[in-house]
């Protein structure tokens, strides 16, 4: 069970690790996960109060709107990063956002996307982001589905051995496997 505190406890519990540490705090906003989500108004004064609690990613769906005034109230000065697996990075993207950090299989793909886009070819990066979207939004059905998705990737590519998931994790069955390959082939073909 997750403790779910108010936005003055979550306040206090940030500034108290900005305090001890020097170095820059990323904050994860993740409401589907922990049932707690963050207003852009306590980013922005955890932002305008501790200098090192510089950016966040938002997990929570729909994202656009709150990637906008977190960065509307902190002038830009804290640097927000689209989440959940990188479904809303095309928003993020045409909102200013810094970037994205997606599962590891969805990376390269992503940071193709992200290349494309800052060097002026919009389009070709929307293409790429359309093709993986499918395939992002199926694996974010659970975070066990997530996670064997990234592993199973990684496995494919020879960068672990194994995509086994530790008990107590939901495993897969023939269907999940089935439609795994094809998401996995569609967002591979060029």
Known sequence: MFVKPDM?????YYTRIAAAVDIDIMIQDAP???GVAMPP???ARMARECPNLNSVKLEGTPAGHK???VRRLTDNGMEVFAGWGGLSFWEGLERGCAGCMPAANFGPALARVYDLFHTGRAQDAHGIFIA??????WSMQSID???WCAKESLRRLGVIATAHLREPATQLDAVDIGQFEQYYQTASTP
Request: proline fraction near 4%; avoid cysteine.
């Open 32 to 34: 589907q996960l922990t």
């Open 132 to 137: 993986q979207a499918p395939f992002i939004a």
């Open 145 to 147: 589905l997530s996670i």
């Open 67 to 69: 990637m906008s005034e």
């Open 8 to 12: 003055e406890n979550l306040f206090r």
């Open 41 to 43: 108004s306590l980013l």
